[in-house]
């Protein structure tokens, strides 16, 4: 009786972090992949890999019917590939071409880390240098660096003001609402598609001198 080949499906990491849960981008490493298979496995293994098919492991003991559920998994930092692969029993996988048996692949990342943003100026910046953060405009525009594509928060005094993305080269610019005259701390935190948060920048300081004092000359007093 010819055996029928069972073919896996790759579903869900059992921690995917980040604001999507399902792009197989995370900061965890210890994870259960699920998948499932689309007949009973019948004389047949299947094996999985985290290095994209370079080394394998045999986990044929964790399918329950058609359901999978590879426990112990420790992913690879950075970005690599998932491949669960069906064989008739006693195959090893290794030198096996796609032909002699049914395999699934998934893309994922495991980052844990992030970059710390900073701001590297306002515009316009009116004062006599220019960078010196002091102006005369009150509808700033704060720009600075992150980690590509990071989700950065502005925050003023502390408190959240703008929201921004960074860009593919992390450069990042927000919009200020218009601010009186006075003095601000500007700060900026970000976090990544893995969920990493970012310790806060470091504090830039802002002075808006909105208006000019002129002091009236003192007149001579004539007796």
Do not use: C
């Not at 029928?4 to 869900?12: G, L």
């Not at 995370?26 to 699920?34: D, E, L, M, R």
């Amino acid at each position: 009786m010819a055996i029928i080949s069972s073919v896996p499906t790759i579903t869900a990491l059992s921690d995917d972090s980040g604001t999507d849960t399902s792009d197989f981008i995370t900061n965890v490493a210890s994870q259960t992949i699920s998948g499932s298979l689309d007949n009973l496995l019948v004389d047949q293994m299947l094996w999985g890999s985290l290095d994209g098919g370079v080394s394998w492991v045999d986990i044929s003991g964790m399918v329950s019917g058609l359901d999978i559920a590879w426990t112990g998994v420790e992913l690879l930092s950075g970005s690599n590939t998932i491949v669960l692969k069906t064989t008739d029993t006693g195959v090893q996988p290794e030198g096996v071409s796609a032909a002699d048996g049914s395999s699934a692949s998934q893309e994922y990342v495991l980052d844990t880390e992030i970059v710390t943003p900073e701001i590297t100026g306002i515009s316009e910046d009116t004062g006599a240098s220019g960078v010196d953060g002091v102006t005369s405009d009150t509808t700033l525009t704060v720009s600075g660096t992150a980690e590509a594509g990071a989700f950065v928060v502005l925050f003023v005094d502390g408190q959240p003001a703008a929201t921004t993305t960074a860009d593919s080269e992390g450069e990042w610019s927000a919009a200020l609402a218009e601010q009186s005259e006075g003095s601000y701390s500007l700060t900026a935190e970000s976090s990544d598609a893995a969920g990493n948060v970012s310790q806060p920048s470091q504090a830039f300081d802002v002075e808006i001198l909105s208006l000019i004092h002129i002091s009236e000359p003192t007149r001579p007093l004539y007796i």
